[in-house]
T-cell receptor, first 116, second 111 residues
């Protein structure tokens, strides 16, 4: 257990559905991240939130909509996805301004998303 | 952040030391070397990081060359559970909290 939980762990949705992924961290961190990992590809950073404010959007299509109501919770709202959006979606958290180079990110187990 | 180069895959016998190399020839003076690993279909896990001195923790040792252009992650007694993709990442840390993951090295520990 890393202190970062994600729900659901598996999700199958049609292209017209709307669903949300949830991430919660119990580590007192101030920064939270969404990553996407497609089959046989490196992890791709999608969004970064620091103290609830979005500080990075890595050219992510608008069909992915993040929400960070507080420093402990992060959501990824999904609508009108495409089959190529099928991937493992990972959430992570860290201290936003760690000193001494300590920039450890703690990852959740991920949500395996399949878009039909 | 500086780019890193790692072998695509490596094999290691169970119980032996696994030595995973990483080249980061363009590393800047304020950049740290981080190692993460990802066991199949799980989230990545932090292993260790260092600036210029060698580092050791309960999981692994990190050896950084004097010129800092390369490093080696050492798992002293590899077990089957150490089979994973290992990522070497260079980052300045602090407020620069983005980590850029490459393809990493798939380490397979064989019985």
């Amino acid at each position: 257990e890393t202190g970062v939980t994600q729900t659901p762990r598996h999700l199958v949705m049609g292209m017209t559905n709307k669903k949300s992924l949830k991430c919660e961290q119990h580590l007192g961190h101030n920064a939270m991240y969404w990553y996407k990992q497609s089959a046989k590809k490196p992890l791709e950073l999608m969004f970064v939130y620091n103290f609830k404010e979005q500080t990075e959007n890595n050219s992510v299509p608008s069909r992915f909509s993040p929400e960070c109501p507080n420093s402990s919770h992060l959501f990824l709202h999904l609508h009108t996805l495409q089959p190529e959006d099928s991937a493992l979606y990972l959430c992570a958290s860290s201290q936003s301004k760690a000193g001494g180079g300590r920039n450890e990110q703690f990852f959740g187990p991920g949500t395996r998303l399949t878009v039909l | 952040d500086a780019k890193t180069t790692q072998p695509t895959s490596m094999d290691c016998a169970e119980g032996r030391a696994a030595n995973l190399p990483c080249n980061h020839s363009t590393i800047s003076g304020n950049e740290y070397v981080y190692w993460y690993r990802q066991i199949h279909s799980q989230g990545p896990q932090y292993i260790i990081h260092g600036l210029k001195n060698n580092e050791t923790n309960e999981m692994a040792s990190l050896i950084i060359t004097e010129d800092r252009k390369s490093s080696t992650l050492i798992l002293p007694h590899a077990t089957l559970r150490d089979t994973a993709v290992y990522y070497c990442i260079v980052n300045s840390g602090g407020s620069n909290y983005k980590l850029t993951f490459g393809k990493g090295t798939l380490l397979t520990v064989n019985p």
